[in-house]
């Protein structure tokens, strides 16, 4: 809670520390007790990072992002119509930083939210107005952000990432890890809408290995074997 969370510092840890926790399940055959065995591992790795590495998680942060969020689960603050990843511009702040208008913070919100929700020294541990929130939150975002396909098209009505690293990595980074956090307390529908947001691996290098992790979040919400595979052979294959 001491160290400010930067855009590079989620990349670096929530790749990182999902490989880690990969490693020791590519011995093992492919058995469906494996897929609970993984989620726990990295639920577990990413309410910790949450925690450690970001100064905004605090009881009154939590309680500040319950209050300021809109019906509809969107911020007043965030700036939803830039199409970028980093700092832009807006007539609000979500804090002292003007970086903190782009719709990332969003999601970084509801990642934080989730982690206070089942972190049992946590104030707001097992709240019952955080469910709500994140839910709503998780439905705004699915509504009002389009993702882009393989040919990066998107829908008129919605509003386009044109960033690309946003549209194909970088929201879903904080996405993966919130849903997998919250799998036990959302519905199905918002899984389900979650999870056709991540996509299969693609790409080289660094990009490659942060893709095929949203496949095996995929399978994980999805139980699917073949996308947690399909996952763990582009980690493999990459390293």
């Known amino acids: 809670?001491?160290?400010?969370?930067?855009?590079?510092?989620?990349?670096?840890?929530?790749?990182?520390?999902?490989?880690?926790?990969?490693?020791?399940?590519?011995?093992?055959?492919?058995?469906?007790?494996?897929?609970?065995?993984?989620?726990?591992?990295?639920?577990?790795?990413?309410?910790?990072?949450?925690?450690?590495?970001?100064?905004?998680?605090?009881s009154t942060t939590i309680a500040g992002y319950l209050a300021t969020q809109q019906a509809d689960g969107h911020?007043?603050?965030?700036?939803?119509t830039s199409r970028a990843w980093g700092p832009v511009s807006g007539s609000g702040v979500c804090g002292s930083e003007v970086s903190k208008n782009s719709p990332r913070i969003h999601l970084k919100r509801l990642l934080e939210m989730a982690s206070a929700y089942v972190r049992t020294e946590s104030t707001h541990y097992h709240s019952e107005a955080l469910p709500k929130g994140i839910s709503n939150g998780l439905t705004y975002w699915f509504d009002n952000w389009a993702y882009q396909d393989a040919s990066h098209q998107v829908p008129a009505d919605k509003i386009n990432p044109l960033d690309f690293y946003f549209a194909q990595i970088g929201y879903q980074m904080y996405l993966g890890p919130t849903l997998l956090i919250m799998e036990p307390y959302l519905s199905a529908d918002v899984l389900s809408s979650g999870a056709t947001h991540l996509k299969d691996p693609a790409g080289e290098a660094m990009n490659l290995a942060e893709i095929a992790n949203q496949a095996i979040w995929r399978g994980l919400l999805n139980e699917s074997l073949?996308?947690?595979?399909?996952?763990?052979?582009a980690i493999k294959n990459h390293m």
């Open 75 to 80: 911020w007043t603050c965030i700036n939803y």
């Open 1 to 58: 809670m001491k160290i400010r969370i930067k855009i590079f510092n989620i990349r670096k840890y929530l790749s990182v520390m999902c490989a880690l926790a990969l490693l020791s399940l590519f011995v093992l055959p492919a058995y469906a007790s494996d897929i609970d065995t993984l989620q726990e591992r990295l639920v577990k790795v990413y309410i910790d990072k949450v925690y450690t590495h970001s100064n905004d998680v605090s």
């Open 226 to 233: 073949t996308d947690v595979k399909k996952g763990l052979d």
